[in-house]
């Protein structure tokens, strides 16, 4: 399994921006995928995840009623969809891969590198 993840940007308060996490590895099968973020001086977050097979979607607090995770099993990508962006969702955000989707990064054994997601106007 290799993630890579891409999508990030600059983009002002209350606009969207759609994340992307490709795995050019091993064809995921029952793993999940999830999204982390981690921002200057604090501790990495869960974001979102989503159980590959059947779709079971998770969300963080900072997530609900905003970010949708969904999977694209054909592409092997899986994607997070972020809407009504605030200055506080600046951060680095990863996607992660693991046996079964949690809220926990250490259940998470594959990640990839990261994308720099800056809400400023």
């Known amino acids: 399994v290799q993630l890579q993840a891409s999508g990030g940007g600059l983009v002002q308060p209350g606009g969207s921006l759609r994340l992307s996490c490709t795995n050019s590895?091993?064809?995921?099968?029952?793993?999940?995928m999830g999204w982390f973020r981690q921002a200057p001086g604090k501790e990495r977050e869960f974001v979102a995840a989503?159980?590959?097979?059947?779709?079971?979607?998770y969300y963080g607090d900072p997530a609900k009623g905003r970010f949708i995770i969904s999977r694209d099993k054909d592409k092997n990508t899986g994607s997070l969809k972020m809407n009504s962006l605030r200055p506080e969702d600046t951060a680095v955000y990863y996607c992660?891969?693991?046996?079964?989707?949690?809220?926990?990064?250490?259940?998470?054994?594959?990640w990839g590198q990261g994308t720099q997601v800056t809400v400023s106007s």
């Open positions: 992660a891969a693991a046996p079964l989707a949690s809220n926990r990064d250490y259940d998470y054994i594959y």
């Open positions: 590895g091993r064809t995921f099968t029952s793993y999940a």
């Open positions: 989503i159980a590959w097979g059947l779709g079971n979607t």
